[in-house]
């Protein structure tokens, strides 16, 4: 197998990272409470959002969906705690890439954080989106009003057991094929665990990517979701061995194309009028 460009990987995933902020923060915002005025045949309102499960339904599945489209070219991390508890794992080994994929997550995140901020903004105005943009919070900024130690300790916990199961399925001994579904639904169910405490982070890229949109303490509050997702992070990458006895250091989780597939690519690219 041999391992894409640095450049398509890093574009993998700024895509990724923007259809999980677009897809989770999106549902988050427009479709988790949604009011129907009535109709035709019913005059009476009905609620029709989907909920902290439909919430929750959506960041699991942006994960699954984007993991099998491009998983196979930049290991499909999204997420700048993955990258760095891969790198702690010695699972992706070059720190210039370890930057390169943060950078890229964060892009990707703050493009999709713009685009929901234009489309509530085109709705409600400016003033009224400020504070209703998904952000990550503790606090008075906590859907539930949990303190910063409890949110703190959360998103450690969470991002350390995401952060194993990723480590976990993407071993030979793991079933072939279904490590997006499982680390999707490992997401689902954190989401259902940790919306209520924090609106879940476990991602550094997808906080900041609506923290300085949302504004109302949440650029302020941002710390947290950088450190805490990241010490969870390391902590299970360092622990993935001594815990499973299975040492995948070297087996670098950053995407993978078969030398066919690269060879008919470059063949393509250098024939004239080689179809696209």
């Not at 999980?20 to 923060?25: K, P």
């Not at 997702?229 to 061995?241: H, K, N, Q, R, T």
Request: glycine residues 14%.
């Amino acid at each position: 197998m041999t391992t894409p460009p640095l450049g398509k990987r890093l574009g993998a995933e700024l895509l990724g990272t923007f259809w999980l902020v677009l897809g989770g923060c999106g549902t988050a915002i427009f479709g988790s409470k949604f009011f129907s005025p009535g109709s035709v045949t019913d005059s009476r309102g009905t609620e029709l959002g989907v909920g902290h499960l439909g919430v929750a339904l959506a960041f699991g599945l942006t994960v699954v969906t984007m993991a099998y489209a491009v998983g196979h070219v930049s290991g499909a991390h999204f997420n700048p705690a993955v990258t760095i508890g891969l790198w702690a794992a010695k699972r992706f080994d070059s720190l210039r890439d370890v930057g390169a994929y943060i950078v890229a997550q964060v892009v990707g995140g703050l493009l999709a954080g713009g685009v929901l901020w234009g489309l509530a903004k085109s709705v409600k105005g400016g003033a009224a989106v400020t504070g209703s943009l998904a952000a990550n919070g503790y606090g008075e900024h906590s859907p539930g009003g949990f303190s910063l130690v409890a949110v703190l300790l959360t998103e450690i916990l969470l991002t350390a057991f995401f952060v194993f199961v990723i480590l976990g399925v993407t071993t030979s001994h793991a079933p072939t094929g279904f490590a997006p579904l499982a680390i999707g639904l490992t997401l689902t169910l954190i989401h259902l665990i940790s919306i209520p405490i924090s609106n879940t982070s476990v991602n550094p890229a997808r906080s900041t990517a609506v923290a300085f949109f949302n504004g109302n303490g949440a650029p302020g509050q941002l710390w947290l979701f950088w450190v805490a997702p990241v010490v969870g992070a390391v902590i299970a990458g360092w622990s993935f061995d001594a815990i499973t006895g299975i040492d995948r250091s070297g087996a670098d989780v950053s995407g993978d194309v078969s030398p066919a597939e690269v060879t008919a690519e470059v063949a393509a690219e250098r024939t004239p009028g080689a179809p696209a």
